[in-house]
């Protein structure tokens, strides 16, 4: 083999070992980093849903793997090696040296950019609500690995316990579905306690993660059960004595009255802290001034001037929120207009006429409503300065203004009956006969008593009568005392109590039957747990007891 042979042959050794040096790292750099798993690729579909595993098949499925894996091996290898050998056979020995061949270095591969995963590329989907299992998928869409540390439940604000997690994501789309309830049997089971059971109206999902805390609601509770401020109603007696603030809780929760105080301030005690729970569609009645002597009494100083009207009011706190309600507007008067009052079942009968108008008014004539009396209409010509009255009488008695002896309003007539007045100038003023006869009715069937005036119901509430072998008399009775709280106690039928205490107690019969209000218990409506007396809530019973004279009838029946 001649030297110029020898010397081609060199330089293609030469040049097949720089290529073998370059091929080498390339090679080794695409098996370590250039194969991404089966278990860290997550389609687009995936992302958007639940899987069928997450309907609660129980599969588990690809995109639950998450985590990053090994990397994959590398399947290529260099294969070929230099097969051109020299063909010519030189002719000519060369007279210059070639220049030695200079190895070239390899270019430095330039290593991808990775960007960390910021928090909104981490989605987080829960679903919790009335589901078995309950799912929270975790979704990294960002460009780095996300490890998820731990997840908990948030209901209303406050935070429950942390699930300890501990799956790394992988970049681009790397999830994880994290199943809770006692339906988590298979796939990543977070805890088999539900992380959603609640009747709060905010909950939520907080996941905490290796770069920060994600938060994602769960949407409308259709299990919520809440009050707003809407549902709490507040009804004012401004100008009675005692005046009433009757709050009704007519939401689905529990409420906290904190304080209650006036719009116009009239005593230095408020805001009155009461600090009272309300329960679901319960009442309650505070009472003010000097009439204040039982029930719920917030304050024996009245709070409000009956002068001021809408002007004046209650804000009450709750902690639900402030409500606030005003007294009733001053009535609207006008020149010839009259307040007529009456009295229909007394002896004697009577009518009382104001002009509450603005000038002078003349009434002329006056009759009753049903079946006049042949002496009606009566005539009067009787002029009234603005502020002024008069008061006719009928019946018994004598004096200027009784306009007859005889008895002009049927008793048996109800609302029915009435008066009429006229003013010169042709107007009426028509009052109906309040049907003053009040009773009280308790159906034990219903476990409902009922307090009546004449046909108008007033107020109904929910009662615990008599228990088997004490049961609850049935028949007309009549309340023939009213002495209050007392103590209660006696042994009959193999039993024995003695009850400090009761309030509001009014007996209906003359062997031990009272109408009272029970503090130690709640079955009103729902169980008959008496010894015979028909028990009431304590705020309904005082408020009964103070609606209630001597000698109201009662009617007891099924």
């Excluded at 929270?136 to 997690?165: C, H, L, M, Q, W």
């Excluded at 200027?400 to 008895?407: D, E, G, H, K, S």
Aim: charged content about 15%; glycine content about 10%.
């Amino acid at each position: 083999m001649g030297t110029a042979m020898v010397r081609r042959l060199m330089l293609w050794l030469v040049v097949a070992s720089v290529v073998a040096l370059v091929a080498a790292p390339l090679a080794g750099m695409v098996g370590s980093g250039g194969v991404v798993s089966a278990e860290e690729a997550v389609t687009a579909s995936e992302q958007a849903s639940p899987t069928a595993d997450e309907t609660g098949d129980g599969t588990t499925t690809a995109d639950e793997t998450g985590g990053d894996t090994a990397p994959g091996t590398p399947t290529e290898e260099p294969t070929e090696e230099p097969t051109e050998e020299p063909t010519d056979t030189p002719t000519e020995v060369p007279t210059e040296t070639p220049a030695t061949p200079v190895a070239e270095t390899p270019t430095a591969t330039e290593e991808p950019v990775t960007i960390a995963t910021t928090l909104d590329q981490v989605v987080v989907t829960p679903y919790c609500f009335n589901r078995d299992p309950e799912l929270t998928k975790v979704v990294n869409s960002g460009e780095s690995p996300v490890t998820v540390i731990a997840i908990r439940s948030v209901f209303d604000g406050v935070e429950n316990i942390a699930y300890p997690a501990g799956q790394t994501l992988s970049a681009n789309g790397g999830a994880r579905v994290y199943r809770s309830g006692p339906g988590a049997t298979s796939g990543t089971i977070l805890t088999t306690d539900q992380l959603f059971n609640t009747t709060a109206a905010d909950v939520r999902v907080r996941v905490e993660t290796s770069i920060g805390t994600v938060e994602a609601s769960c949407g409308a509770n259709p299990n919520a059960q809440v009050t707003t401020p809407d549902d709490i109603k507040i009804t004012l007696d401004c100008t009675g004595n005692p005046e009433r603030t009757r709050i009704d809780n007519l939401g689905d929760a529990t409420i906290k009255i904190i304080s209650i105080e006036t719009l116009v301030d009239q005593t230095v005690e408020e805001p009155f802290l009461v600090d009272r729970s309300l329960g679901a569609g319960r009442t309650v009645i505070y009472r003010s001034g000097s009439g204040a002597t039982s029930g719920t009494i917030l304050t024996t100083t009245f709070i409000y001037t009956n002068s001021a009207y809408d002007s004046e009011g209650v804000r009450v706190t709750t902690d639900v929120g402030v409500i606030e309600q005003r007294c009733a507007p001053k009535p609207v008067t006008y020149p010839s207009q009259l307040e007529v009052t009456m009295s229909c079942g007394t002896a004697p009968e009577w009518v009382k006429v104001i002009n509450v108008g603005q000038g002078p008014v003349t009434l002329t004539s006056l009759t009753s409503l049903y079946q006049p009396i042949a002496a009606e209409p009566f005539s009067l010509n009787k002029k009234l300065d603005p502020g002024k009255g008069v008061i006719y009488r009928f019946g018994d008695g004598s004096g200027a203004n009784f306009l007859t002896r005889n008895y002009i309003f049927n008793q048996d007539a109800g609302s029915a009956e009435g008066v009429q007045v006229t003013v010169s100038t042709g107007k009426t003023f028509t009052t109906r006969c309040p049907d003053a006869r009040k009773w009280i009715e308790v159906n034990l069937s219903t476990q409902v008593l009922t307090a009546w005036q004449g046909n108008t119901v007033i107020a109904t509430s929910y009662v615990a009568t008599g228990k088997d072998g004490f049961w609850t008399p049935t028949g007309t009775f009549y309340i023939n005392s009213k002495p209050g709280t007392i103590t209660m106690a006696g042994c009959e039928g193999g039993e024995c109590w003695n009850v400090p205490d009761v309030p509001a107690s009014m007996a209906f019969t003359y062997v031990g039957h009272y109408i009272h209000g029970a503090y130690w218990h709640n079955n009103f409506g729902t169980a008959r747990t008496s010894h015979g007396c028909v028990n009431l809530p304590v705020d309904f019973a005082w408020w009964l007891f103070d609606w209630t004279p001597l000698w109201t009838e009662v009617r007891i029946h099924y």
